[in-house]
T-cell receptor, first 114, second 116 residues
Framework: DVKVTQSSRYLVKRTGEKVFLECVQD?????MFWYRQDPGLGLRLIYF???????EKGDIPEGYSVSREKKERFSLILESASTNQTSMYLC?????????????FGSGTRLTVV | AQSVAQPEDQVNVAEGNPLTVKCTYS??????LFWYVQYPNRGLQFLLK??????LVKGSYGFEAEFNKSQTSFHLKKPSALVSDSALYFC??????????????FGKGTSLLVTP
């Protein structure tokens, strides 16, 4: 089975800190995604990447950046964390045809910014 | 952008009864539609998809979904609900991207509660 591993399950950070959320997949998938999940808003796409060093902005990229230096790893970076970035962050991966077969999600990182 | 709407925040059903979780879509071109389920404190799991072909698609855990082009709907169904089906359900549509890859655009989710 494909595994998508998010490095932290729970994270508490202070306002203004630089925060790194890490995601690693073990199935050589080309596509990787970062979503945030908030009650009543569902999942919103932050960034996605369809290849190493490639990235595309999603619907809510402001305040975030990403890094994909290796195929298996996709990092989400909060340059200066703010309280409105408190949320559940979900990483997903899939092949180029994954849009036809579904993507695999990690278990999520619940980030609290205080 | 392609989008989906889930009109119900919560659906309650008694165990053993049929369940329906509603989804409508708005797309240009042919829709690629999906259902995912999220159990508490877990990531999303793929349930089923509609790409083309039969309007009734079958997926995991006894779920099925009916694609209706005239009503632009893709409702999730199960003939007999189980308490263990209680979870958050998301409808999704293939959205932005290219032949290199596509992102999914998700609905806001519907919480399903099955009572004994």
């Amino acid at each position: 089975d494909v595994k998508v591993t998010q490095s932290s399950r729970y994270l508490v950070k202070r306002t203004g800190e630089k925060v790194f959320l890490e995601c690693v997949q073990d199935m050589d998938h080309e596509n990787m995604f970062w979503y945030r999940q908030d009650p009543g808003l569902g999942l919103r796409l932050i960034y996605f990447s369809y290849d190493v060093k490639m990235k595309e902005k999603g619907d809510i990229p402001e305040g975030y950046s990403v890094s994909r230096e290796k195929k298996e790893r996709f990092s989400l970076i909060l340059e200066s964390a703010s309280t409105n970035q408190t949320s559940m962050y979900l990483c997903a991966s899939g092949t180029h045809s994954g849009a036809l077969n579904g993507y695999t999600f990690g278990s999520g990182t619940r980030l609290t910014v205080v | 952008a392609q989008s989906v709407a889930q009109p119900e925040d919560q659906v309650n059903v008694a165990e053993g009864n049929p369940l329906t979780v509603k989804c409508t879509y708005s797309v240009s071109g042919n829709p690629y539609l999906f259902w995912y389920v999220q159990y508490p404190n877990r990531g999303l799991q793929f349930l089923l998809k509609y790409i083309t072909g039969d309007n009734l698609v079958k997926g995991s855990y006894g779920f099925e979904a009916e694609f209706n082009k005239s009503q632009t709907s893709f409702h999730l169904k199960k003939p007999s609900a189980l308490v263990s089906d209680s979870a958050l359900y998301f409808c999704a549509v293939r959205d932005r991207g290219s032949n290199s890859g596509y992102a999914l655009n998700f609905g806001k989710g519907t919480s399903l509660l099955v009572t004994p």
